[in-house]
T-cell receptor, first 114, second 111 residues
Framework: NAGVTQTPKFRVLKTGQSMTLLCAQD?????MYWYRQDPGMGLRLIHYSVGEGTTAKGEVPDGYNVSRLKKQNFLLGLESAAPSQTSVYFC?????????????FGPGTRLTVL | GESVGLHLPTLSVQEGDNSIINCAYS??????FIWYKQESGKGPQFIIDIRSNMDKRQGQRVTVLLNKTVKHLSLQIAATQPGDSAVYFC??????????WGAGTKLIIKP
């Protein structure tokens, strides 16, 4: 059981470039989430998905798009990267059906936009 | 709006002593709270949770206390060890089971 994995671990982009972050989970979880974490702060929700083929906006969705074509994968896209998107990105997953369902996190992707 | 906040950004504790990390929340209707531990360079890891119908819950070396009257919760770590060094976050389950996070408290263990 690998849990939640994220690729890549590190990435440097120039302003205006695009990229996709991949999240995969092998726990058969329904819910998946993308967060960003800026220095000295808690996590903020970007987008989330409550099941295959569904996505929804979180607290800070602007500048990002997501897709959930397969239940085990959740992709986060940056179409035109900006320096303000320099952050650490975390993916999480949970069964989601009960309020007490735990969110399990991946190791994170550190993104720098120059 | 909803918010979850922590009182202190950094807490230094002698190895072997007990640690107490505090957290305040603003939404009196909040029903479920979680504590996460984040070690350097890693993703957050679940420690313990508590529902609003409880005022105390114990785990292995950790205890969470919830005071709904003053909208405050705390995480107590017994006999703090070097491996406890991390940033600790409290989080609240909001609508659609989204997590609302506080800013975090960095726990430093002194030898």
């Amino acid at each position: 059981n690998a849990g939640v994995t994220q690729t890549p671990k590190f990435r440097v982009l120039k302003t205006g470039q695009s990229m996709t972050l991949l999240c995969a989970q092998d726990m058969n979880h329904e819910y998946m989430y993308w967060y960003r974490q800026d220095p000295g702060m808690g996590l903020r929700l970007i987008h989330y998905s409550v099941g295959e083929g569904t996505t929804a906006k979180g607290e800070v969705p602007d500048g990002y798009n997501v897709s959930r074509l397969k239940k085990q994968n959740f992709l986060l896209g940056l179409e035109s990267a900006a320096p303000s998107q320099t952050s650490v990105y975390f993916c999480a997953s949970s069964y989601g059906r009960e309020i007490t369902d735990t969110q399990y996190f991946g190791p994170g992707t550190r993104l720098t936009v120059l | 709006g909803e918010s979850v906040g922590l009182h202190l950004p950094t807490l230094s504790v002698q190895e072997g002593d007990n640690s107490i990390i505090n957290c305040a929340y603003s939404n009196s209707a909040s029903d479920y709270f979680i504590w996460y531990k984040q070690e350097s360079g890693k993703g957050p890891q679940f420690i313990i949770d508590i529902r609003s119908n409880m005022d105390k819950r114990q785990g292995q070396r950790v205890t969470v206390l919830l005071n709904k009257t003053v909208k405050h919760l705390s995480l107590q770590i017994a006999a703090t060890q070097p491996g406890d060094s991390a940033v600790y976050f409290c989080a609240e389950k909001g609508s659609n089971y989204q997590l609302i996070w506080g800013a975090g408290t960095k726990l430093i263990i002194k030898p």
